[in-house]
C-alpha cells in the first residue's frame, strides 16, 4: 500500500512541477488536469531584529527564478508577497517545490535581506519502503528566526501620521476604534459609551447593549472596576462582542461582552501624554500616560486624579391599594455628588527570548470617595389624610482597590501556534457610612425629627487563572483549547441604628442590618476549532463546560447558604461566507448562562430604606439563553455597512419583582421587591451600523437598532402581562475636520419607549428614595440628547490641543420610568448632568529610535505610527 501511495505522490509531484516550469501554466491560473493546483510547498519562518525581539509588518516577498525565452535572461518573478505579523511571523503556503525560489525581506531602518529557498526532497533507493512522513515534511520549510541588521543611515525628521478605521469586523465581534474621539476627552468610559454602536447609556450611567448589561473586560480579561473608574483618555479601542464564543466565561447570558483595549506604547523610545480638564460643575481632571520601548522592554505609566461634581434632579409619584389601604407618595429630589478618584496603572513586558514574552500589570495606592447628599421633599397620603415630610441624606463612600495582572505568551516556530497563561487577581476594601434626616412637617412647621444612620465597610477579591494554546491547522484553520478558574470572595458588615420621633436613644435596627461573606468558584475548558471549508466558506465552532458553586453566611443569624451547579455544556457556531471581495455574510449561534449571586439569594429582609424593602429569594435557578445572529457586511471605498438580525430566547429569566408581603417589621402588608424566575424572555430585533469618510474632511457613523422584548411572568402572576414593544435605539456621529487645524464632532442619540432592561448580577440597592424598577413590571419614556465638541490642534506636529466639548445640549436626556402591578403603579423621573461643558488641554510628547521602529513604511501600516 506504501508502495502504491509512493509511486501516486511522485506521479502528482512531476506533474505539479511541470505545471510550474517557463513556458507552462502556472498552478490555479486557469490551467486545468490533475496536477494544475498542486503546489504543496509550505514555507515560513520569523523576522526578527539584532536583539532577537520581533519585526512586524515588515515586508516578506518570494520570488521564483525563470528564464525569459526572448531575452534568455534570468529574471525573478513573484509567487507571493505579505507583511510579517505582530510577533514577527510570515507564512506561506501553495509554494511550487521544484522551482528556484529566493525570499526577500525588507523594512524601514533595517539592511534588506535576500536568500535562496529550496524544498530537499528525500532520496528514493531502488526496492526500499519510501518513510511517507518524510515525504510530507519535505513539502514544510522552516526558515527559523530571519535576523535583520540595522541599517547605520539613520532616518530623521520622519513624520507620519494615518487614521485607523472607525470600525473593524472580524468572524466574532465588532471593533471600534476611539483614541480620536473629541467628544470623551477628559472624561470616563462612560462617555466613550455612549458614542459606540450597538451601547446605550442610561440615566445612571449603566451600559446596555441591546437592551440588556454585557460584560465588562480589560484587554481580554474580566475586570472588577466599573467604567466611571476608567478615563477615557487611556482607551485605543472598544471590542463589542455580541455572541460569545466558547473561548469567553459562559455567565452573563444576555448581552454578551464589551473588551475595553488600552493603549499601549508602540514604539521604540519614549512618548507620553498629559490631559489637564475642568468642567462647569467644578470637576476638574489630570491624567498622565508615559510609555517607553527599547530592547527587550515594554513599560507603560498611567496616573489619573479626577474630582467629581455631579448634580441630579429627580421627582415619583407611587399609587398603592394594599388590603384596601389606599396610599400615595410624591418625591422630588435633588441630588449633589462630590467626590475624587485616584488611579494608578503600570505595566511591563519583557521578551524573555525571541519567542518568549512576560508581562506583568498592577494598580495600586489608588481609590475614591464620594460624598452624596440628597435633599427630598415627600408628601404621602393614606386613606386621604396627607403628611409632608423633608428627608436630607448625607453619605460617604470610600474605595481603594488593587490588583495585578501576570502572564506570559510563547510562539513556536510553525507560524501561528503559540501557549498563553493568565493571572489576574483584583481586590479591595471599600466603608460608608450615611445619615438619613427626616422632619415630619405641618405648614412648613417640623412637628418631629427622625433620624437613622448606617455604617458599612467590606471587602472583595476576584481572581481568573487562564491556561490557553492555540496551534495551526490545514485551510488556515487553528485549534484553540483552555482551562479557567474564577473564584470570587465578598465579606460585607453593616450595621443601621434609628432615633425614633420623641426619642433621644439611637437603637440598632437589626433587619436593617446584614453582615455576610460568601465565595463563588466557576471552573471552565473548552475547545474550539476554525478554518476554511472552501475559499469563500469560513467556520468557528467550539465547546465549553462549566461547574461551579456558592457557599454563604449570614453572620448576625449563621444562616450558611450554598449550592452546587453541575457541568453544563456550552456550544457555539460561527459561520462567515465571502459573497464577493467586499460582501460578507455571517451566521452565530450560542448558549450561555446567568448565576443567581448571593445578594440575590439570600432571604434577608433589607429594611434600610422604609420605601424600598427589599429581599432576596433563595429558590431562585439559573437562567439559560440561546442567541442567534446573521450579519450582512458590505465594504466599499471607505464606506462600511453592517445590518445584523438577531434572537434571545431565555428560559428562567432573573428579573426583580415587586409584590405584596407581609412587612416583617410592622405586620402590615406592604411592598417588597425582591428577585424570581420569570417563564422566559424574548429578545429579536434587526441593528444597521453604517460608517464612511463622506469627504476628506467629514466622517460618519450610523446606527439603528430596532427591536422587541417581552417577558413572559405568567408563572408568578397570570392576570398580568408584559406588554411586548418594537423600539428603536439610533446613534449619529460626525466628525468634521477643518482647515487650521479645528475639528468638530456633533453626535445624537435617540431611545424610543422600551422595556424596563433586565438587571443581571446586581445587588439589592435601588435609588435612595425611590422604588427599584423591575424589568418585568415596567418601561422607559422615549428621550434623546445631543453632544458637540470642538477641537484645535497646535504647536510642532500638532502636539497639543485644546478640546470644548458639550453634553446633553438640549437638556433632553431625562429618564422616565413607569412601573405598575399587583396594587401599585408608580412613575419616576430623573435627569442627571444637563448641559455639561469640559474645558480639556492636552500635551503629546516623544522621542523615538527611528532605527528600530518596528512599522511598515506602507500605506497598511500607517494607521499604528500616530503617536497616543
Not at 460578507?584 to 448562562?593: G, I, M, Y
Amino acid at each position: 500500500m506504501k508502495k502504491i501511495l509512493a509511486t501516486a505522490l511522485i506521479a502528482l509531484l512531476s506533474i505539479s512541477t511541470f505545471a510550474q516550469v517557463p513556458g507552462g501554466p502556472p498552478a490555479g491560473a486557469g490551467a486545468r488536469g490533475p496536477g494544475a493546483n498542486l503546489n504543496q510547498g509550505h514555507v515560513f519562518g520569523k523576522v526578527v531584529d539584532e536583539m532577537g525581539k520581533p519585526v512586524e509588518f515588515a515586508s516578506v516577498v518570494l520570488l521564483k527564478t525563470t528564464v525569459d525565452p526572448a531575452t534568455k535572461q534570468s529574471k525573478d518573478i513573484l509567487v507571493k508577497a505579505q507583511t510579517a505579523e505582530l510577533n514577527g511571523d510570515f507564512n506561506f503556503k501553495e509554494i511550487p517545490v521544484n522551482a528556484r525560489l529566493k525570499i526577500k525581506i525588507s523594512f524601514v531602518g533595517y539592511k534588506n535581506y535576500e536568500a535562496a529557498v529550496a524544498f530537499e526532497m528525500p532520496k528514493m533507493e531502488p526496492g526500499v519502503q519510501p518513510d511517507m512522513a518524510k515525504m510530507m515534511a519535505a513539502f514544510e520549510k522552516d526558515l527559523g528566526n530571519i535576523k535583520l541588521a540595522q541599517d547605520s543611515k539613520e532616518l530623521e525628521n520622519v513624520v507620519v501620521t494615518g487614521t485607523k478605521s472607525l470600525v473593524e469586523m472580524d468572524i466574532d465581534k465588532k471593533s471600534f476604534n476611539v483614541a480620536q474621539n473629541l467628544v470623551t476627552t477628559g472624561g470616563t468610559a462612560i462617555d466613550v459609551m455612549r458614542n459606540i454602536p450597538s451601547v446605550q447609556v442610561d440615566i445612571d450611567g449603566n451600559v446596555k447593549v441591546r437592551n440588556a448589561n454585557p460584560t465588562l473586560f480589560i484587554d481580554g480579561r474580566p475586570t472588577s472596576l466599573s467604567m466611571d473608574q476608567i478615563p477615557a483618555d487611556i482607551i485605543e479601542k472598544v471590542e463589542v462582542i455580541t455572541n460569545p464564543s466558547a473561548k469567553y466565561d459562559a455567565s452573563g447570558s444576555m448581552a454578551g461582552i464589551i473588551n475595553i483595549v488600552l493603549k499601549k506604547n508602540k514604539k521604540n523610545g519614549y512618548n507620553g501624554m498629559v490631559n489637564v480638564g475642568a468642567d462647569r460643575f467644578g470637576g476638574s481632571n489630570i491624567m498622565g500616560n508615559f510609555t517607553y520601548q527599547q530592547n527587550k522592554w515594554n513599560l507603560t505609566a498611567t496616573l489619573m486624579n479626577m474630582r467629581v461634581r455631579n448634580n441630579s434632579i429627580g421627582n415619583s409619584e407611587r399609587s398603592s391599594d394594599l388590603g384596601g389601604i389606599l396610599s400615595s407618595v410624591s418625591q422630588e429630589s435633588d441630588n449633589k455628588t462630590q467626590g475624587v478618584m485616584f488611579f494608578p496603572r503600570v505595566s511591563a513586558d519583557y521578551a524573555a527570548s525571541n519567542r518568549t514574552t512576560l508581562s506583568l500589570g498592577a494598580f495600586f495606592g489608588g481609590g475614591g470617595q464620594f460624598k452624596p447628599t440628597e435633599d427630598t421633599y415627600i408628601s404621602s397620603t393614606v386613606n386621604g389624610l396627607t403628611t409632608l415630610s423633608h428627608r436630607v441624606s448625607e453619605s460617604s463612600r470610600e474605595f481603594k482597590p488593587s490588583g495585578f495582572q501576570a502572564g506570559f505568551k510563547h510562539t513556536y516556530p510553525k507560524a501561528g501556534r503559540e501557549l498563553t497563561g493568565d493571572l489576574n487577581y483584583f481586590g479591595g476594601t471599600n466603608k460608608g457610612e450615611g445619615t438619613f434626616t427626616t422632619d415630619y412637617l405641618n405648614n412648613n412647621t417640623i412637628t418631629g425629627t427622625q433620624i437613622q444612620k448606617n455604617i458599612g465597610s467590606g471587602k472583595n477579591a476576584f481572581m481568573t487563572v487562564q491556561l490557553d494554546y492555540v496551534t495551526p491547522i490545514k485551510n488556515e484553520g487553528t485549534i484553540e483549547t483552555g482551562v479557567r478558574a474564577q473564584i470570587n470572595e465578598l465579606a460585607n458588615e453593616n450595621t443601621n441604628t434609628l432615633k425614633p420621633v420623641g426619642s433621644d436613644v439611637y437603637r440598632t435596627i437589626t433587619s436593617a442590618s446584614t453582615n455576610y461573606e460568601s465565595t463563588n468558584k466557576v471552573y471552565a475548558a473548552y475547545f474550539s476549532i476554525s478554518g476554511k471549508a472552501s475559499k469563500t466558506l469560513s467556520y468557528k465552532i467550539g465547546l465549553r463546560g462549566e461547574s461551579s458553586e456558592y457557599e454563604g453566611k449570614l453572620l448576625n443569624t449563621n444562616q450558611a447558604f450554598n449550592n452546587k451547579y453541575p457541568l453544563s455544556l456550552f456550544p457555539s457556531i460561527f459561520l462567515k461566507k465571502d459573497l464577493s471581495k467586499t460582501d460578507q455574510l455571517q451566521l452565530s449561534v450560542t448558549r450561555r448562562v446567568n448565576r443567581p449571586n448571593f445578594f440575590q439569594i439570600i432571604p434577608f429582609v433589607d429594611y434600610s430604606d422604609s420605601l424600598n424593602i427589599q429581599r432576596g429569594n433563595a429558590d431562585l435557578v439559573p437562567e439559560f439563553t440561546t442567541s442567534g445572529e446573521l450579519s450582512y457586511s458590505k465594504s466599499q471605498g471607505s464606506a462600511t455597512f453592517l445590518v445584523s438580525g438577531y434572537y434571545k430566547y431565555t428560559d428562567n429569566l432573573i428579573t426583580r419583582y415587586l409584590k405584596q408581603e407581609t412587612n416583617p417589621i410592622s405586620g402590615k402588608l406592604d411592598l417588597i421587591n425582591t428577585f424570581v424566575n420569570a417563564n422566559s424572555s424574548i429578545n429579536y430585533g434587526l441593528e444597521f451600523t453604517y460608517t464612511n469618510k463622506l469627504q476628506t474632511w467629514w466622517d460618519l457613523t450610523a446606527n439603528v437598532n430596532m427591536y422587541n422584548s417581552k417577558i413572559n411572568i405568567s408563572n408568578i402572576d397570570a392576570t398580568q402581562v408584559n406588554e411586548a414593544l418594537w423600539t428603536v435605539f439610533g446613534k449619529l456621529n460626525n466628525t468634521f475636520i477643518l482647515p487650521k487645524k479645528w475639528s468638530i464632532q456633533l453626535s445624537g442619540d435617540y431611545q424610543g419607549k422600551t422595556n424596563v432592561p433586565v438587571t443581571q448580577n446586581q445587588g439589592m440597592q435601588g435609588p435612595p428614595g425611590m422604588q427599584t424598577q423591575s424589568s418585568s413590571q415596567g418601561y422607559i419614556e422615549p428621550f434623546f440628547g445631543v453632544d458637540l465638541a470642538i477641537k484645535k490642534s497646535f504647536l510642532k506636529n500638532d502636539m497639543a490641543s485644546l478640546t470644548l466639548a458639550f453634553n446633553d445640549l438640549t437638556r433632553s436626556r431625562g429618564n422616565t420610568r413607569v412601573s405598575f402591578g399587583e396594587g401599585f403603579s408608580q412613575t419616576s423621573y430623573r435627569l442627571s448632568n444637563p448641559q455639561m461643558i469640559r474645558l480639556t488641554f492636552s500635551l503629546r510628547f516623544g522621542k523615538f529610535d527611528m532605527s528600530q521602529m518596528k512599522k511598515n513604511n506602507s500605506g497598511g501600516g500607517m494607521d499604528a505610527m500616530q503617536m497616543q
